[in-house]
Nanobody, 119 residues
């Protein structure tokens, strides 16, 4: 099974920006759709954004306009550019793969990377 490794999580001040990266261990059909989810303490995991290999995207409504998902198919990578960060964006961000379309959750998960937005 393909493995996903996230990086880029950090402590950032409100209003700041951060870029997360996720690298897949190998090329796989599971990478047709890749995405980012997040989970805050005491809350359910939620979709941030997903992107298919043809560039189709799906964003959570609360993050559209602030976050941008992109991918590099040649490098088996997906990125999440996060701008205008708010304290409520604090969460563990997980890379996801294996879905059939950008509206579904895949079965392959990374280990997560912590994003903390605080002054």
């Amino acid at each position: 099974q393909v493995q996903l490794v996230e990086s880029g999580g950090d402590l950032v001040q409100p209003g700041g920006s951060l870029r997360l990266s996720c690298t897949a261990s190998r090329i796989s059909y599971s990478l047709t759709v890749m995405g980012w989810y997040r989970q805050s303490p005491g809350k359910q995991r939620e979709l941030v954004a997903a992107i298919s290999i043809d560039g189709t995207t799906n964003y959570a409504a609360t993050m559209k306009g602030r976050f941008i998902i992109s991918r590099d198919n040649a490098e088996n990578k997906v990125y999440l550019q996060m701008n205008s960060l708010k304290p409520e964006d604090t969460a563990v961000y997980y890379c996801n793969a294996g879905a059939y379309d950008v509206y579904q959750e895949g079965t392959v998960w990374g280990q997560g990377t912590q994003v903390t937005v605080s002054s």
